[in-house]
């Protein structure tokens, strides 16, 4: 951001590519992690909302309205 440099280098996308893979393991464990799931659902909402290539300031401007 000093730099003027504003591509997205951790996508809503990639986010998501690891957190669901946390999900996985969670389940595979039998253990229980709401918040998480919480988490993770608001991420696919925003996702599913066109943000996929955008960073992590598209969940706080989603969440924001």
């Known amino acids: 951001?000093?730099?003027g440099e504003l591509k997205p280098g951790w996508t809503i996308r990639r986010v998501?590519?690891?957190m669901t893979r946390g999900a996985d393991v969670c389940s595979e464990q039998s253990f229980e992690a709401p918040i998480f799931a919480?988490?993770?659902?608001?991420y696919?909402?925003?996702g599913a909302a066109g943000?996929?290539?955008n960073d992590l300031t598209a969940l706080y401007t989603a969440f924001k309205k």
Request: charged content about 35%; aromatic content about 0%; glycine content about 0%.
């Open 44 to 46: 696919r909402e925003v």
């Open 51 to 53: 943000n996929m290539e």
């Open 16 to 18: 998501l590519k690891d």
């Open 38 to 42: 919480t988490a993770l659902q608001a």
């Open 1 to 3: 951001i000093e730099t």
